[in-house]
T-cell receptor
Framework: GDSVTQMEGPVTLSEEAFLTINCTYTATGYPSLFWYVQYPGEGLQLLLKATKADDKGSNKGFEATYRKETTSFHLEKGSVQVSDSAVYFCALSLRDGNNRLAFGKGNQVVVIP | DGGITQSPKYLFRKEGQNVTLSCEQNLNHDAMYWYRQDPGQGLRLIYYSQIVNDFQKGDIAEGYSVSREKKESFPLTVTSAQKNPTAFYLC?????????????FGQGTRLTVV
């Protein structure tokens, strides 16, 4: 079935370091792809999205490019801040009329001052 | 302001009790969803509804029930048949027609069995 795979384990890095979180997907059609962020004790907020191949989503210094050839949507930020500490989820949505969203397991990011 | 409201924020349940989690949205979205979040397991879909008076089981529907009598409301009941209900529950809504749009989430309800 359709699924999203995120890299294992939490990510700990120092302030101003470069962040990459890997996301790959398996889908029979042409999904839309999303990154969501969750701060402690809260719901999810959309961070960025891309709806077709080669699209680049960007927001708050974060970027991700929809790579159809590698079925990937990796999240990157050039210089992280302590306030970026959160859990990040990759998700996909198929255009099959079911309107379902499939989420990865999420990655805890901890930025140390 | 438009958005999704979940209540209560914290809920405690005794063994054998049914409890109902509330989810209300004023975004005029047709589609609504319930997810369960456990540490290290991400979000798992419990139930979803694309239109009033219709809903479908997600991946982990056993022990849960829902209703969709109004467009704005999609309450989730955690029944006594759910053996491990302690978790963080998230409600979301989405525009059913524009499938490229994102889902909007509530702030969540943390349910604990005592």
């Amino acid at each position: 079935g359709d699924s999203v795979t995120q890299m294992e384990g939490p990510v700990t890095l120092s302030e101003e370091a470069f962040l990459t979180i890997n996301c790959t997907y398996t889908a029979t059609g042409y999904p839309s792809l999303f990154w969501y962020v969750q701060y402690p004790g809260e719901g999810l907020q959309l961070l960025l999205k891309a709806t077709k191949a080669d699209d680049k989503g960007s927001n708050k210094g974060f970027e991700a490019t929809y790579r159809k050839e590698t079925t990937s949507f990796h999240l990157e930020k050039g210089s992280v801040q302590v306030s970026d500490s959160a859990v990040y989820f990759c998700a996909l949505s198929l255009r099959d009329g079911n309107n379902r969203l499939a989420f990865g397991k999420g990655n805890q990011v901890v930025v140390i001052p | 302001d438009g958005g999704i409201t979940q209540s209560p924020k914290y809920l405690f349940r005794k063994e054998g009790q049914n409890v109902t989690l509330s989810c209300e949205q004023n975004l005029n979205h047709d589609a609504m969803y319930w997810y369960r979040q456990d540490p290290g397991q991400g979000l798992r879909l419990i139930y979803y509804s694309q239109i009033v008076n219709d809903f479908q089981k997600g991946d982990i529907a056993e022990g849960y029930s829902v209703s969709r009598e109004k467009k704005e409301s999609f309450p989730l009941t955690v029944t006594s048949a759910q053996k491990n209900p302690t978790a963080f529950y998230l409600c979301a809504s989405r525009d059913r027609v524009a499938v490229n749009t994102e889902a909007f989430f509530g702030q969540g309800t943390r349910l604990t069995v005592v």
